[in-house]
């Protein structure tokens, strides 16, 4: 394959990743490093190191539509990114000393964790609870915009939501995603922030996470040029081009659809990583 | 606290799009080096399949400058990729700013901490 082919290729397939991952809500990210690894045999590394830069990409062009609706809790982000960048820093160092193969097999077990999450119903927790002391030091209490008007809510369970996110940021550092189904998970159901102020926040976390681990991977040189290029235009294009297409009535479907991809991803990234062919 | 929030909403349509203009920038000069790579090594084989890491000029920042201004294709690429890396750095910074013009110092220094992570790892070696 030359290289003409082969970046028209991973191009296109980042394309179709981006824009899924657009629709469904799920991220394009968890399914790039699959994809250059067990289509395209890239190795594992380069496939990260695209994956990480792709993240950055759609988090930030997203992020600057989520804004306009005043979802996002800027103080919220900033406090949790202090755990995510650390997070990443330390999975960047841990990717350095283990085999593509370990990386591999934990990866399969992400994608299988993301699948079950995304299968489940969230239900948003209704009842006003009380903020805690923490929380109310922190100024990480908000409001944000409903259809009836202003709605404040109260952050809870701090240490918790702070420790997952930590995890979050590892797994970010370590595998080249953007760690959303974590983050969220962390904040919907450790600090019971109320869904959109969840999402959004999370999604511009993401870019800052990727960004504190995606210097150290560029110095090492596994970021590569012919191999990031076609995945970063390819899933920004395919990102742009699915927020703007609301196809609401078919997402149920292709969410399923999406989630079943990801398992089969996931059980082929552990067989390979297991059996030593990545 | 309602005075606050419209505080927030100020700072965040400029962090959007300042984020917006750090994407598109980095994407048009990652299709440009896409451009001129293709143009010289669209005929050679693509081989990633082991791993060598990038050659060294494509690996420090002084690097990647010198070989853009070189027009050299993967450095054009690499240098669309560290605008893109460094736009979260920057919506970071311009957080602290925003956070000192409203005296919440508690979260200047909370911002000027993952700063400090963030330009570590873009300066590190």
């Known amino acids: 394959m030359n290289i003409l082919v082969f970046s028209g290729l991973v ?6 990743a981006g824009f899924l991952g657009a629709l469904t809500g799920l991220g394009g990210g968890v399914v790039i490093v699959p994809m250059l690894a067990l289509l395209f045999h890239v190795d594992i590394h380069y496939a990260i190191g695209a994956s990480l830069v ?19 809790n800027i103080r919220i982000g900033m406090f949790l990114e202090t755990a995510t960048t650390v997070g990443a820093i330390v999975g960047a160092a841990i990717a350095l ?6 990386i591999a097999i934990v990866f399969g077990l992400v994608l299988l964790y993301s699948a079950f999450l995304s299968s489940r119903d969230r239900v948003e ?18 409001s944000y915009p409903t259809a009836s008007g202003v709605q404040s809510y109260n952050v809870r369970g701090v240490p918790a939501g702070y420790s997952l996110m930590f995890g979050a940021g590892v797994l970010s550092g370590l595998l080249g995603i953007g760690s959303g189904a974590v983050k969220v998970v962390a904040m919907d159901q450790a600090m019971k922030i109320p869904f959109k102020v969840s999402t959004t926040t999370s999604n511009f976390m993401i870019g800052v996470t990727a960004a504190a681990s995606a210097g150290l991977y560029l110095h090492r040189g596994y970021i590569s040029p012919g191999v990031a290029m076609p995945v970063m235009l390819g899933v920004l294009a395919g990102s742009l081009i699915g927020a703007r297409i609301l196809v609401k009535a078919r997402v149920k479907v292709l969410r399923y659809v999406f ?6 991803l996931g059980f082929e990234m552990i067989f390979s990583g297991a059996t030593g062919r990545l | 606290m309602t005075k606050s929030n419209w505080g927030d909403l100020e700072i965040e349509l400029i962090i959007g799009v300042l984020l917006r203009t750090g994407v598109m920038l980095a994407a048009s000069v990652v299709l440009l080096g896409a451009v001129v790579y293709l143009a010289h090594y669209g005929l050679h084989a693509a081989d990633y399949r082991t791993f060598h890491g990038d050659p060294e000029f494509l690996r420090s920042l002084t690097g990647i ?3 853009a201004l070189h027009l050299d294709g993967r450095a054009i690429i690499q240098l669309g990729l560290l605008i893109l890396i460094a736009t979260p750095v920057a ?14 110092y508690l979260y200047v220094w909370v911002t ?7 330009l570590y790892s873009l300066f590190s070696h």
């Open chain 2, 112 to 118: 000027l901490f993952v700063l400090a992570l963030l």
């Open chain 1, 125 to 142: 927790h209704g009842e006003h609870l009380p903020s805690t002391p923490l929380a109310t030091k922190l100024r990480l209490n908000g």
């Open chain 1, 11 to 16: 191009g296109f397939g980042a394309l179709l």
């Open chain 2, 65 to 67: 400058v010198r070989g």
């Open chain 1, 97 to 102: 000393h283990v085999s593509g193969g370990a």
């Open chain 1, 54 to 72: 792709s993240v950055i990409a759609t988090s930030s062009g997203a992020a600057a539509a989520y804004v306009r609706e005043g979802y996002s």
């Open chain 1, 259 to 264: 989630a079943v991809v990801i398992v089969v």
């Open chain 2, 91 to 104: 919506r970071v910074a311009f957080s602290a700013v925003a956070f000192a013009i409203e005296r919440d």
